[in-house]
């Protein structure tokens, strides 16, 4: 085998002027397990499951806006579910939208791990062997469960792209005018897209795992990652700075090791934002995380930047003009963002330098990732020199000129997506109070919408950004490095307490931070779960941001959580693409637990995991295409999510209705017996207000229909702590999920068969202490619930 | 079309959007309505007055959905009369459906102010309403101090210097509503 | 060879283990041809020409929303060119959305062609050869020039899908919020993104050439290719009727294949709609096209269709609420449109049609073509029966009752794209003059709009049908079948004529039907530019509805001028897949008459065309957003368009300067010499408002650098002429075109010299008849017009 | 925002839409332009009045960019002074470059009048000169038959029955301008 690879070029004797290529080596697939019957599955392949899934949680629209303007019939007025004049409804149309955004956001994905995949080969060639040590054996689940392939090296993962590519573009060709017609179907090639879309991920993060060594189950890695600095307040401003900012690590990484090879690490501060600082603090040690997204603007405007570089993705569409205003000279590293500039790959870096460190040109493209180290350092190193005299925080009296020039007028609040009180704030601000506008400091997104509306020309981030100048210095916090997959092990320990209940769930924080009022909040979801023994695994700009608060130790959560994937752990499981091993994480509950087969097996996993697998994606923030991606890849796979208030703007959720209950018939698969089962999980994909709200609706979305009572009781005791603590109340709808009395908490068991009795009418036999009438069913430990009838073992 | 600037500048929805009207006009359409309910948000609990406001429409007969974590507003004031928490998607998501039974178990409504929820969440909803539950028609207002464009009707933006005069317009909607059996 | 073909698997002795697949078999290049510089481009490799041809035409943006709606930090305001959340501008969100088009317009395009190769390569075999005749060596000049392939059977093409969706999804990376940053940078990637769809449609239309033998320079093919029926007025109602929609004909060539077997050809009527119409008569000779999109809705609604056939793209959304109007049982064949329906691919026949038949369904999904014809023609046999006492055409009655009714209240024209004044022609047919109202008939798109707002609840479509029904009974028109590729022979004919300008250019009018007055129009800028002598090449829908119109003898345009690629020809290239031929001959031009490199040499191909190719393409009713990416895939080849002015929502023109002299610069490659040239082509992309104003505009986008003066006196003779026909004047830029008096046609010469003298202060030497000074340049029979330093053949 | 609904109901740009006028405020606005413009376009050619009234306001010293088959109009009337054939398109294009040189060659313009072109691509150029001719401002006017939102100012919609209203208000307009030296 080590003779012939893929991609490799014989000759046969007969055949001398033709030369064979060789595409895949293709290993006898009885070694590892028989194929399911849906491998690399197509649009309509794994459409009945959606539609299982979509007529249980049908798809729910609010329309951002009440107009098409995507052909030229257009613009079309679709009020009040009118048609357009291609005939499409509202309805459909927004599942359109709604397949757009999850083209968008799976194609930034996949073509970042396609890029990345090739930059890989070229540096480390074909074989770099998918191998993260003796924990894992299951290597890539998604990837086995889609595609039915086994990946060794990571060139095998060029099939899996194919793959991906092909399908988006047979899913992007029904978003032409004159396609699809039926809102469900639409929602299908959504979920279709998601599936895609966590496949992804899933690759993109083996092959830089793999090619760089990233934490996986070798030493050092999975529970026992090292923390790192997070926040602005801990990039050493004495120092040239490095900014990168995206999501591909290879630029980023290249220039870890020229400082590493040069010395130069303690003398020059890598510092990152968004998913590029996550993965950057995997490659290169001494990596610090400036911010997430929300603090982008802020810390470019800052100044703190002697050199930005940018790869793809959540990188500000103005970066260089805001570069520019602070004289930070910009390397653009990828063909997906150019911003205009000269593409100056395989050039003398001196010149590059040069013209970089004189201004002659305010940054450069470098698609080269090899190319990036030398140029950003030593431009940082110069740039550093030329820029220790600049100011770009505003003097006192500057704010004071700016405060008191406000005039309330209020358009930057009408500017404001999250309708920010600036001008109020202002004001206080000029009356000597600062305190009104450092405190917006948090709850502003970072965008820049207000600027550009004030009449008085107010610098609205730099006045606020001085008023919370004290603060901001001392942002300092502590996370995990993204610790990866997790591991077999882990799983095989979880995996029963997990199906069971007594671990009463996976809480899976991920993606952006429109938040509705500040990181905070996303401290404040981790640290909930993570205290009642949730599994809380983080990814993205939530995993950032939740490390800037400390408690009242001075302690991060990660700092005063373990990182095992097991009860009350806070996982950084790494960037967005990592987000990929939460899905894997539940696919091998089902696999390794379960025993379930994987290979080209997605319905009955999915099956599975809807079932059984107490687990909901929180994305509180959830901002970009790439959320909505995300987020129906979770729901394929059978997994809700709760997102924040901004979250309504993505236009559709899949809500299931608790009051029918022909939703909820499930069947047992020991007999065929239908069930009708309580509400759970109730929601596939639920906005909440506040986080208040939030919390409780979590919790409630990690009833699973295979709970057992020691399991349900223990859900149920959070569920009515969490909304007694939040909402001051009992939720309306807690005894939905009382099956049985040993469901109940036994602490408060008593007082709660009296409400049952006393509020919902329940007959109780209190001598035995159990429930006579009332629940929508009873406990019984042998259900095997599943929705495929393919899976009923005996008829009865 | 609307004279007023949406409370979020680029929140146009298109051709249909709502009228400003006075607290009045409000409350006789509520008067009138069949079945109105009052679905109320977390931004209610910023002053007591706004739960008060909440819990003095109850009193005229009026169902409230406490939606986000409001419900806690009308706990801690110990009212619990015909008040119900609701998710404002699921809420919403119930209220399109003709079918549905309601708090009560009577059936859908055909009337629904909204009040004290978060700007952008809110106008979600109310296009929701607008756009899909129309057959039959349900009318969505928003009392709130913003200009609710997806909302039939709605007040103008208010500015927190014109939080008095916001509260003298919810008191004269409360005023203007006829009690009803509960 | 024989033995061994891609995905072929066999082994190796001591590799027993392991099963080798053969990925592609590469036959020793050097046969055909050296590989150029630019073999399957990425994004950044060609960007240098992208931004050579954005410096001269420059993009211009008119938004149709002043808002961004497509992450939840929006909407945003963009008004002004201010910038949103993420930090884009109004300028460069144009460029995104227009990119954003393109992706849509080329994923049709790709999508349809994958999925037409794997049924191809399922009912054929991958071995089908490429092999169009004597006349066509150079089988797939696009497929050579950008991917450096030269494909030989239709397995080949695999591998250009594989490059066309990786690059597909490079690009639609790009779109994700906070990436892109540069409108120009948009711009370059919708270039690329057009160049990639070019590309699909060749394939596409290769390889259904080849499994089909549509026409192409076997006997019976190229200018020979028979005519067909077009238009509402020639299906046979009294048969039983099958309508196919949509592009992809598979479906369609099965129900040819089975009426042929079973001997129903003149027993069953099967019609088309679109572009599978225009196939369908490539692969079945009884075949009818009924109409092209804009007709859509009033032929179904007309009732004819007993069984409704779809497939992809260009189907009413609301396809099957139509058909159930009519009682129309509706097959979807294809998974990127499947309307809710059930799925019943696989089921027995019988069953299928029995259930369609008895209305217990309105439809059904049969996604494998093969399994399509018995269902649809044994379903039509039999609703034929049933539907036969169905009258869909209003009663006179019901006419008089409902233009009675109408209040005048103007709603449906503000409905209306195109603004018709629908009420006053309802007051007219009350008073009993239906003719204003049979006049809006051809001026409507068919697109419904104004149904939904009547709030009396006229059917105005059928109002308006029936008034027309008698001129509709009559629309009877002929057609050439697409005749596909033009030939080699063909080109070494016209090369020269071409380049040198005698013959003033190929005019190619393709697309959709979205014209601002009706059919018509297209019938007459064929007419005028076929009877000018051009070659007029067209596909898709003007192909269509060009054929509706007659001369004085009753002849259609087809049937008064030839078919071949020669001066005065009107050919019909085949569906929108088919206009690749057309770059495919300018292409030819480049390498047959001038001899340049074909493989991998995009950019000097471009370049060539550009300055010396006088072709324009015409979009006259270009609606969708597939002609958005086919324009710029026309563009970034150096072919300009002209399109109608609902075009002008596609937001962006390339519109070049004729008052910067400095955007006019070329280089002679002869000797590295600077030029400033007249503004030839001016646009690459212009909307014009009336057919009137195209007229000349389009002759005018025929000008090129190279003309030889005798082609400059004729393109200036049709380029004068239509002005004073259309707009009765000169045009004010006729002198820019001139360089020397030989430039001017002999006939007007002495008056256009007094003219130059005279209005523009020209010198003339009225001795010698000559131009002493005015012009840009003079002519110089040598010059050597180029954009591309590299080709500088020695530098002066 | 304008009160009106758009002669394209679904032409609903955004937070910034044209105020419908009257003629009488265009022509104070014409009269005191530094270099107004007139774009024309075919539809003027439906009826001889509205070419007269093209002429009337040119003859005030007003230049006129005659777009689509306009220049018939025109020509056929023999009027001559002052009027080019200019594709709607390229004008456009050139508006919005601060340093063409106009028709005459002696700069841009800063008041721009836009009459009888067609609806949908009269918005759309209107619609880019609102967007990016905004420094220096260039000020856009429809005195079409349509209310136009992406204008700065509109007369509202006629319907055809309002034709004799219409060209009073052009009569109006006319006269309502200040001649000027041309
Ligand atoms: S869909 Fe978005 S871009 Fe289109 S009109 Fe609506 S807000 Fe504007
Ligand atoms: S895609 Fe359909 S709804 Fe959208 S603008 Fe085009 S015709 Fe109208
Ligand atoms: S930068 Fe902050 S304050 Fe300004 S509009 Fe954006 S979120 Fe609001
Ligand atoms: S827009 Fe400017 S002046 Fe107006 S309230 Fe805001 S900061 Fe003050
Ligand atoms: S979490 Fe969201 S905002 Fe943050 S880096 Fe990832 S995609 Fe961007
Ligand atoms: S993509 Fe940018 S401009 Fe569009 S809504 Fe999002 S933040 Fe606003
Ligand atoms: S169907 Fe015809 S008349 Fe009706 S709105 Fe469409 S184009 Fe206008
Ligand atoms: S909308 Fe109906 S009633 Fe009104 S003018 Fe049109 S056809 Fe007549």
Not at chain 1, 557 to 564: D, M, P, T, V
Not at chain 1, 743 to 759: G, H, I, Y
């Amino acid at each position: 085998m080590d003779k012939i690879k893929k991609g490799d070029l014989f000759s046969i004797s007969g055949l001398e002027n033709v030369r064979i290529s060789i595409g895949g080596i293709v290993e006898e697939e009885k070694e590892w397990e028989p194929m399911g019957p849906h491998p690399m599955p197509r649009i309509a392949t794994l459409r009945d499951w959606d539609f299982k899934l979509l007529n249980r949680y049908k798809p729910f629209y609010a329309p951002v806006c009440d107009m098409c303007c995507l052909c030229t019939y257009g613009k079309c007025d679709l009020t009040g579910n009118k048609k357009g004049a291609c005939g499409i409804k509202m309805d459909a149309q927004q599942g359109r939208i709604v397949l757009l955004a999850c083209l968008v956001g799976c194609s930034a994905h996949c073509g970042h791990g396609r890029h990345l995949l090739h930059d890989m080969i070229k540096k480390f060639g074909r074989d770099v062997p998918i191998d993260f040590g003796p924990e894992v054996d299951i290597e890539a689940p998604l990837t086995r469960l889609i595609c039915g392939i086994k990946p060794r090296t990571i060139a095998d993962f060029e099939q899996v792209f194919d793959y991906i590519e092909e399908q988006i573009v047979q899913l992007a060709d029904a978003l032409h005018t004159g396609q699809e017609g039926s809102y469900m179907d639409f929602e299908s090639k959504s979920l279709h897209m998601g599936m895609l879309d966590s496949l992804n991920k899933e690759a993109a993060d083996i092959i830089q795992i793999a090619c760089y060594g990233m934490p996986s189950s070798l030493p050092g890695g999975g529970p026992d990652v090292p923390l790192v600095d997070v926040g602005i307040g801990t990039i050493d401003t004495d120092k040239p700075v490095i900014i990168v900012i995206g999501h591909n690590v290879p630029p980023a990484a290249d220039i870890g090791d020229y400082l590493t090879e040069n010395e130069l690490e303690d003398k020059v501060e890598l510092g990152g934002i968004c998913c590029t600082s996550i993965d950057t603090t995997r490659v290169y040690k001494k990596a610090k995380i400036a911010s997430a997204l929300g603090r982008q603007l802020r810390v470019i405007r800052a100044g703190i930047a002697d050199v930005i570089v940018i790869d793809e993705q959540c990188i500000r569409a103005d970066v260089l003009e805001l570069c520019q205003r602070v004289r930070s000279p910009m390397i653009a590293t990828n063909d997906k963002a150019m911003h205009g500039l000269v593409d100056r790959t395989d050039d003398d870096p001196d010149k590059i330098v040069d013209d970089l460190v004189s201004g002659r040109v305010p940054g450069v493209i470098i698609l080269e990732p090899d190319q990036v180290g030398e140029v950003a350092v030593r431009t940082a190193l110069q740039m550093d020199k030329k820029r220790r005299l600049l100011k770009f925080i505003l003097s006192d009296d500057e704010f004071k000129h700016y405060v008191n020039d406000c005039i309330l007028c209020g358009g930057c609040t009408l500017a404001c997506p999250n309708g920010l009180r600036i001008g109020e704030a202002n004001q206080s601000a000029a009356a000597g109070n600062i305190k009104p506008l450092a405190d917006l400091f948090d709850l502003c997104v970072g965008c820049g919408r207000c600027e550009q509306v004030c009449k008085k020309h107010i610098p609205i981030v730099d006045v606020m950004t001085k008023a919370a100048y004290p603060q901001l210095k001392e942002e300092k916090g502590r996370m995990r490095i993204g610790r990866g997959p997790i591991w077999d092990s882990e799983i095989r320990e979880v995996g029963a307490p997990l199906v069971l209940g007594t671990i009463p769930g996976i809480i899976a924080p991920i993606g952006c931070g429109n938040y509705p009022n500040g990181t905070k909040d996303a401290w404040l979801i981790v640290k909930e779960f993570a205290e009642r023994n949730y599994i809380v695994t983080l990814t993205g700009c939530m995993a950032i941001d939740c490390a800037l608060w400390k408690d009242e130790e001075g302690k991060t959560l990660y700092e005063a959580h373990h990182g095992r994937f097991d009860a009350g752990g806070v996982l950084n499981i790494g960037s967005c693409v990592s987000n990929a091993h939460i899905h894997d994480a539940a696919i091998k509950v089902a696999s390794i637990f379960a025993g379930r087969p994987l290979r080209g097996n997605y319905e009955e996993i999915a099956d599975y995991i809807l079932s059984r697998v107490g687990a909901c994606g929180v994305a509180w923030g959830a901002m970009s295409q790439k959320a909505a991606s995300i987020a129906s890849g979770f729901n394929r796979l059978g997994v809700p999510a709760v997102v924040g208030p901004h979250s309504a703007k993505y236009r559709r959720a899949f809500l299931g209705r608790a009051d029918l209950k022909e939703d909820w018939k499930l069947i047992d698969a020991s007999d065929g017996s239908e069930v009708y089962v309580e509400p759970g999980p109730q929601h596939l994909l639920v906005a909440c207000e506040t986080v208040e709200e939030a919390l409780p609706m979590i919790a409630k979305l990690c009833f699973r229909p295979s709970d057992t009572d020691r399991g349900r009781s223990g859900k149920l005791t959070h569920y009515i702590d969490l909304n007694l603590k939040y909402l001051n109340t009992y939720p309306p709808d807690w005894h939905l999920f009382v099956r049985t009395a040993s469901d109940l908490p036994l602490a408060t068991r008593n007082a709660l068969l009296k409400k049952l009795e006393d509020e919902h009418g329940w007959e109780i036999d209190w001598k035995m202490k159990k429930i006579r009438e009332g629940p929508i069913r009873g406990y019984d430990p042998s259900f095997n619930p599943t929705n495929l009838e393919r899976l009923i073992r005996e008829k009865k | 079309m609307g004279m007023e600037i949406p409370f979020d500048v680029a929140n146009i929805p298109g051709p249909e959007m709502g009228e400003v009207v006075s607290p009045e006009v409000i409350g006789s359409y509520i008067s009138n309505a069949e079945r109105p309910l009052l679905v109320v948000g977390s931004e209610i609990l910023r002053d007591k007055f706004f739960i008060e406001i909440a819990i003095e429409i109850g009193k005229k007969g009026i169902p409230i959905a406490a939606t986000g974590h409001s419900i806690r507003g009308f706990v801690d004031t110990e009212y619990a009369d015909n008040v119900m928490y609701y998710n404002l998607h699921d809420l919403t998501n119930c209220l399109r459906d003709p079918n549905w039974k309601g708090l009560d178990g009577k059936g859908n409504y055909d009337f629904v102010i909204f009040f004290g929820i978060l700007y952008y969440y809110a106008s979600q909803m109310l296009s929701c309403i607008k756009n899909f539950a129309t057959d039959p028609l349900i009318r969505a207002v928003s009392i709130d101090r913003y200009y609710h464009p997806n909302a039939r009707m709605s007040f103008s933006n208010f500015t927190p210097r014109m939080e008095e005069e916001y509260k003298a317009m919810l008191n004269r909607l409360v005023k203007s509503i006829r009690g009803r059996q509960k």
